[in-house]
């Protein structure tokens, strides 16, 4: 499944030219996944709290493919991909209506306050893995 996470482009947002300064994409998938988590039902201070464990972005992959500007309403997509005992892999896209403007492969990491790699607690990992028809739990980490 698919999680839909609208935004709207602030005058902040932009450059001179009143398109998205590029670093602004980065920053409207973290919203996004943000929100993805939150609305599955879990609470990121909780799993900070108690088992020690936040989520680090470790890779992106970007593809920039055309300029949102000023005013502009977008929907971030998000959609895991797979998911291994400490990993999370996503795709994110950025469009406006049906055109896709930014696309990302995004690796997220379980690790510590300490920045060691952590295993997801395993009603974690379900509940992350229940997200996607085609997310693919994977054994090894």
Not at 49 to 58: C, L
């Amino acid at each position: 499944m698919t999680h839909h996470f609208n935004i709207r482009v602030y005058y902040e947002d932009t450059d001179l030219a009143g398109i998205v300064y590029y670093a602004n994409y980065l920053k409207f998938i973290e919203r996004a996944r943000t929100e993805w988590v939150r609305g599955l039902g879990i609470d990121q201070t909780a799993l900070r709290a108690h088992h020690g464990i936040v989520f680090a972005v470790r890779r992106i992959e970007a593809d920039y493919l055309c300029p949102a500007r000023f005013d502009d309403r977008l929907t971030v997509d998000t959609t895991a991909t797979a998911i291994t005992g400490a990993r999370l892999f996503l795709d994110q896209t950025v469009r406006r209506g049906a055109e896709v403007l930014f696309a990302a492969r995004v690796t997220l990491a379980a690790v510590t306050d300490t920045g060691r790699p952590a295993r997801l607690p395993a009603n974690i990992r379900r509940c992350l893995g229940q997200t996607s028809n085609s997310a693919k739990p994977v054994v090894n980490s």
